[in-house]
């Protein structure tokens, strides 16, 4: 089966929306990791919010020059591999940064432990820097420089995802569509910012993630079709047409939705929606607690707690004697 050529092509609304919601996706989480190692109203912690702006900062530079790093090694590439497989290769490699942005057992981890990570270094940081701040005025060099290194991580952990998830769009649909959707989402994300940091407002963050993961969900099975029918032009997959589907997929479900009549890419989407529902089960499925039985409180109690021996011991029996009592001897004869 030849495969139509504008099924190649993905629409620029549709990359523009994709790239959007992705970015501002890793733009909220990058917000609520902020606002949970900034939290607090002392003085103390209003003096380090300082650093970990400036890591912020720093951190957006950096994943600006990987962008630049990453366009430079694909060019490399490019010469020596066919537009095909560079293409298959980097669209592997995107289908897999949004595995783990969909992933929810991940993500069940990543609030638990990268959060809570995060908020135990800020802790550690401002009670060893408490007795400069109050000796000095300021605060000491390493603490400044550990706080700046929470903000740095908290953004470009998820820069450098948002990297290497856009060279496969870079590839499909040129620069320009990329860099249009990347400053919608930052803009979004900007925007979420200003209210959670400046206006102080309480967005309901949960919805968000709700409603972005789902939106993400659409994105990633879109990518998976796209990539195996990529797979399948690069002759990396072979391809089995469905006749029986054709009717119901005309051209403009491939080039929206990448739904094509073939049993590997909708086999692909298949297994990809079941991985990420099936991680989303694992993750939200209750966990048997093991609790180990309370120690006794004291020795008496302990020894009240053990269980009595069997046989029982019997106590021992004392019979009555009825004799009289002993004989004297007799007095000395006179």
């Given amino acids: 089966m030849s495969l139509p050529e504008t099924s190649l092509m993905t629409s620029s609304t549709a990359a523009v929306l994709d790239i959007a919601v992705l970015v501002f996706r890793e733009g909220l989480e990058c917000v609520l990791v902020l606002a949970a190692i900034t939290t607090g109203g002392s003085g103390l912690m209003r003096t380090a919010r300082r650093p970990i702006a400036a890591g912020v900062g720093v951190g957006f530079l950096a994943t600006l020059a990987t962008w630049f790093i990453a366009v430079g090694a694909v060019n490399d590439l490019s010469g020596s591999v066919s537009a095909l497989a560079l293409q298959a290769a980097t669209g592997l490699l995107a289908i897999l940064v949004l595995l783990v942005v969909m992933n929810w057992f991940f993500h069940k981890l990543y609030w638990t432990g990268w959060i809570s990570l995060h908020s135990r270094q800020r802790n550690r940081l401002l009670n060893n820097s408490e007795g400069d701040a109050a000796a000095e005025g300021k605060f000491a060099r390493r603490a400044w420089l550990g706080l700046a290194l929470l903000g740095f991580t908290s953004l470009y952990r998820e820069g450098f995802e948002v990297v290497l998830f856009l060279q496969s769009y870079r590839l499909r649909v040129g620069g320009r569509v990329v860099l249009e959707g990347a400053w919608i989402g930052v803009a979004l994300a900007g925007a979420v ?30 990518m998976v079709g796209e ?13 089995t047409t469905i006749p029986a589907l054709a009717p119901w997929m005309p051209d403009w479900a491939g080039l929206w939705f990448s739904l094509f009549p073939t049993v590997e890419t909708l086999a692909a989407q298949g297994i990809a929606a079941m991985l990420v529902l099936g991680s989303y089960w694992y993750a939200s499925s209750p966990r048997p607690s093991r609790k180990a039985a309370p120690a006794p409180a004291t020795a008496a109690a302990a020894r009240a707690s053990k269980p009595a021996p069997w046989p029982p011991k019997q106590p021992a029996i004392t019979m009555p004697s009825n004799a009289g009592p002993a ?8």
């Fill in 327 to 334: 004989p004297t001897a007799p007095p000395p004869r006179l």
């Fill in 227 to 239: 990539q195996a029918q990529e797979m399948q032009l690069a002759h990396w997959l072979p391809t």
């Fill in 193 to 222: 910012a200003l209210l959670t940091f400046a206006a102080h407002k309480r967005l309901p963050y949960k919805k968000m993630l709700v409603a972005t993961g789902v939106l993400l969900g659409i994105v990633l099975l879109v």
